[in-house]
């Protein structure tokens, strides 16, 4: 089993990934501003910022991977890009496997075509989309041998649309993947397993991949 670090995790993704992770065996620390509702047995917790170069610090020593799930909110408000060249540094001098959890606005809606945070975006998520955007290109022009996965939900997908767990998901690329209803959804729990598949296979790295049922 393998050492995993969870940035926010114990926000809407990062807890759903803490306890996958957990669930699997791993040792799993997981790193927030907040105390978790529902502590995970078995689970480290430590409070503090991911912005802290100690918090920093203590994330990758010893990890395996790491996973952020860290989302550009309050304070963090253009502070992700910067973050997420200092965890590549990080992970490529610890030899660890960095996951990014990101958005539905980095994707394509077909090859080759502008990404959807190139068009037009509802101002209420406009701030989060191209911050999510812009870590995608932080990690796309990482120096070589840096492993990285850039992981993006379907559209539907947040505490605003919750769905059971099915424990089925789809893996597609940076093309966003649609059901034959032409919905693209996925619940929290299978997208923490989609990720932690990803993460154990050593598969898909330096790669944006997407997950839906």
Known sequence: MSTITVLGGTGYAGSAIVAEAAH???TVTAISRSQPD???DGVTYIQGSVLD?????RAFAGADAVISTTSPRGDMEGKLPGLHRE???KAADAGA???VVGGFSPLRPAPGAPRFSEGEIDET???EALEGAAVLEVMLAAPEGA???YF?????FGSYAPHAKRGTYRLGGDVALFDADGVSAIGAEDFAIAILDVIESGEHSREHVSAAY
């Open 24 to 26: 699997r065996g791993h």
């Open 38 to 40: 529902q502590p995970v």
């Open 53 to 57: 170069p100690d918090i920093q610090a």
């Open 87 to 89: 965890l590549l540094s």
């Open 97 to 99: 496997r960095l996951g």
């Open 125 to 127: 998520y406009r701030t």
């Open 147 to 149: 492993d990285w996965v």
């Open 152 to 156: 993006s939900p379907a559209a539907q």
